[in-house]
Nanobody
Framework: QVQLVESGGGLVQPGGSLRLSCTAS????????MTWYRESPGEGRNVVAG????????HYENPVKGRFTISRDNAKNILYLEMNNLKVEDTGIYYC??????WGQGTQVTVSS
């Protein structure tokens, strides 16, 4: 069956870093465009960054440009989100999404001093 499993979340101080991973199985990951979303209290679920199947097209939302890096390893079926210089407003549940309509269960990121 299809599975997307996020990991790497946690509690970090402002200015810190985290790397999220999303491990995929049960579908052809190498052909799927992928997106990271963040769900924050009162703001709903919003796009953070997206990447095409071949990594040739990458998109970042303005608040994370220059701080976050999305990447993927199609040989390992893993999607990554490297997050640097984290801010309090980056707090939320991070989900990976495969553009076949598949969601992961999410991983919590809390940025707090």
């Amino acid at each position: 069956q299809v599975q997307l499993v996020e990991s790497g979340g946690g509690l970090v101080q402002p200015g810190g870093s985290l790397r999220l991973s999303c491990t995929a199985s049960g579908f052809d990951f190498s052909r799927a465009s992928m997106t990271w979303y963040r769900e924050s209290p009162g703001e709903g679920r919003n796009v953070v960054a997206g990447i095409s199947a071949s990594s040739s097209n990458i998109h970042y939302e303005n608040p994370v440009k220059g701080r976050f890096t999305i990447s993927r390893d199609n040989a390992k079926n893993i999607l990554y989100l490297e997050m640097n210089n984290l801010k309090v407003e980056d707090t939320g549940i991070y989900y990976c999404y495969a553009h076949y309509g598949y969601w992961g269960q999410g991983t919590q990121v809390t940025v707090s001093s």
